[in-house]
């Protein structure tokens, strides 16, 4: 069992939704970020997934694009990524990490090598936005087999002959995708993502976490009320990007969390 399964387990016990945050590592710069991603469980936030700045992304918008810019041009690397989950696993041991980005600085690295540092590091599980399940062999696979879950993504436009395909080898959770479209394009509406959220439920026993337009503390709650939790992220990367403080940032996590949690 890893930390993300055994997170969900606690959360259905207490009869609770989870709430997820996405920031991007690194951004502004790696002690303001690791001081971010510090606070975040205080905040009240399940689980973290924590941004792999990538040049060429294909599913962010404007908001998480320029988070990667900013903490590229800051020498944010995929080695100081991996650092910052081991200095945060120096004080948390229990809240689950899930790394989300590109394959391409992963396959750089090598897989072998990624997955035994990303392990060592207290990783728990990866979301990889180019992977489709066609290539399963090169990291989902292996993943799994080094004790790391794979998240994978269902969308829209994921029909159901394709979501059985979509489901095979995922682990952890799905992340369902709300919107057609890049992070921060629009705002999800639970009157459409319910039925989609039913329709994979009835193929998993996977919990199904819904991300993609969820801005505000009331959005996090009615998502939170299909699904099994929401993912918030362009949303806080917006207020990093204005330079508010941690403590403010964390203050605005906190409220989200809040409307997860109420669901």
Do not use: W
């Amino acid at each position: 069992m890893t930390r993300i399964d055994a997170k969900f387990a606690a959360l259905r016990a207490e009869g609770r939704k989870a709430f997820v945050a996405y920031v991007m590592a690194g951004d502004p710069d790696y002690a303001t970020s690791l001081e971010i991603v510090k606070g975040l469980p205080g905040a009240g936030v399940d689980i973290i997934e924590l941004g792999m700045p990538f040049t060429d992304p294909m599913a962010d918008g404007p908001t998480i694009q320029l988070a990667g810019q900013r903490a590229l041009e800051g020498g944010q690397t995929l080695q100081r990524t991996l650092d910052m989950a081991t200095e945060f696993r120096k004080a948390d041991k229990t809240t689950p990490i899930v790394m989300m980005g590109y394959y391409n600085p992963i396959y750089s690295r090598g897989v072998d090598r990624f997955l035994a540092d990303a392990r060592d590091a207290g990783i728990d599980g990866l979301i990889v936005v180019d992977l489709p399940p066609e290539e399963d062999d090169e990291l989902c696979i292996p993943a799994q087999k080094a004790g790391l879950n794979f998240v994978r993504l269902a969308t829209p436009t994921t029909d159901d002959r394709r979501l059985p395909k979509v489901l095979q080898n995922t682990s952890g959770f799905v992340y369902y995708v709300s919107i057609t479209g890049i992070t921060g394009a629009a705002d999800a509406q639970a009157a459409d993502v319910g039925p989609e959220v039913a329709r994979i439920k009835a193929q998993t026993d996977l919990p199904v976490i819904v991300g993609f337009g969820i801005k505000t503390p009331e959005a996090s709650k009615a998502i939170a009320g299909i699904a099994d939790g929401a993912v918030v992220g362009s949303a806080i990367v917006e207020k990093i990007g204005k330079g508010e403080s941690p403590g403010d940032v964390l203050a605005f996590v906190a409220t989200l969390a809040d409307g997860a949690h109420r669901a």
